[in-house]
């Protein structure tokens, strides 16, 4: 969840901002502070209770957490009046300098896909290497049978 002050938006850029976040299959609540607080309670976003101060919006992922954070500060670049207070990423608390960084990691699907390339990479060399045994020794042979030949 990324928390954002939204003051001085308007609706064509609010819709916008929704529609960014609708296509990545993320979403975009402008929230009451006090029901906020109530249903944060018990939960991991309760460590984010002091942000619901003001006008509010929370942008909500819900698979990818660099994923929203990444959208939201997308459109900061392009709107400066909305304006990223904090976040909470795996249930902890960011404040905007982390949530920069997080926005710098690469996405879950190039995350994953690395460590599948690193996983497989150790059996590929060993079957590339066991294939090499496997030429020379059959090279070897030929070569042996060929000087039986002459």
């Known amino acids: 969840m990324v928390f954002a002050d939204f003051t001085g938006m308007t609706v064509a850029e609010t819709t916008q901002f929704r529609r960014l976040l609708k296509s990545s299959t993320l979403d975009y609540r402008v929230v009451k502070n006090t029901l906020a607080k109530i249903a944060s309670a018990d939960t991991e976003v309760a460590t984010a ?3 619901f101060k003001g006008p509010i919006g929370v942008a909500i992922g819900y ?5 929203v954070v990444k959208k939201v500060l997308e459109f ?3 709107s400066e ?6 976040a909470v990423v795996e249930g902890k608390l960011c404040d905007p ?3 920069k960084e997080i926005s710098e990691l690469p996405s879950r699907e190039t995350l994953l896909s690395m460590l599948a390339g690193a996983m497989q990479a150790p059996m ?3 079957a590339g290497t066991l294939a090499a045994t496997i ?12 000087q039986k030949d002459n």
């Open 49 to 51: 209770a002091d942000m």
């Open 63 to 67: 698979d990818d957490p660099v994923l």
């Open 76 to 78: 900061t670049k392009t």
């Open 81 to 86: 009046k909305l304006r990223v207070k904090g």
């Open 97 to 99: 300098e982390e949530i």
């Open 124 to 126: 590929s060399k060993m």
């Open 135 to 146: 030429n020379g020794f059959a090279y070897a042979l030929e070569a042996l049978k060929g």
